[in-house]
């Protein structure tokens, strides 16, 4: 079905290995893996990092029965790209159908990512072993500067500038350009020009903004990445019209990468943060960059009276009586005569005083995560973690 849009999304931005830490999950943790449909339908993948796990958790949920005929275009074979491969479930189904391209190693030879693949589930690394893998799979080698064309969207590649080689690639669909140029160290003349020349009038390119310019300047120098600045350079050499920031250091929390989002939007206003959960639709009109729901908390549908004040547009204060309508909620502490398990399930129902219409009660079911004798010496300290009514409260399997 031929559609007037393109379509990436945003499964993985994190450089080198996955982060967990709180203070990098509104940019997210998993590594490389972008989906890109084109305005015909076909599917691209673009690198196999952690990211691909959600990737093909979203196709299981959202194509039902229908066979998957996707195209896997793949860097580099440093583990940040290829980890979400043995994670992937449409590969352990017969109906889906794969073509991958990579280019040849010098350290692997002939076949490199067919045998990266079969490394990977490959005894003692994986609990079953290829024969599992019943997705039909073909493999094709690529280098730098090749040009092909799939279903009517046009592959272009250039060699980067990184340790053991990487490939950057351009798509160009009916609709628009990417550049997908992530892995890669500015500085040397060759690489920065064939760069530029693949990003030449992009609509979009997502480039590699793992450290600050000062660090790519001194202790991380040679470990073949770049900076925010590096990508608003190339981004105005080669006038591309939006780009993203990409392969976000591990130990870059969000606070981080807000600081060189804001400075690189300074240069070059049509500035993005990769994501996870991004997407970014490219049509006759430009592109239109969405981010996933960012609330953490669950909401609950209630009416409470509240009394909020605040600035008006015109700057005087105000305040006033309204009705609260939903709230987020992520945890409580609470006073408790009774000492509850830690990691057991407790219901908090909380009523608005004096009213007890069901539409201003609060339920809510939490699992319990901290306890210590309160301040009173009859009571304990309990801290709870509010999940959803419909989670299972033990994981099955
Ligand atoms: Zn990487
Ligand atoms: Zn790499």
Redesign the pocket.
Known sequence: MTQHTAKLVFWGVR??TPTLERDTWRYGGNTPCLELTAPDGTPFILDCGTGLRMLGNDWTSTRGDSGIDAQVLV???????IQGIPFFHPFFEARNRFHFYSFQSKHLGPNSLRQVLEAQLAKPYFPVDLSMMTAERDFREISGGEKWEVNGTKISTAWLN???G?LGYRLDTTVGSVVYA??NEPGAPEFDASLRQLANAADVLIYDAQYSPEQLASTHKGW??SSWLEGVKIAREAKVRNLVLF?HDPDSSDKRVDGFLSAARQEFPATWAGTEGMSITLSERGVDVALRGSRVGLRRRLRFTATVSGQSEDGSPFQEKATVRDLSLQGAYLCLKSRPRLQSEMRVVIEAAGDRDRSSMLSLRGTVVHCDPGREKSENGVGVVFIEDGEPSHPTG
């Open positions: 450089g080198s860097t580099h074979y440093h583990w940040d790209h990184h340790p053991q990487c992530t892995d073949g990445h392969h």
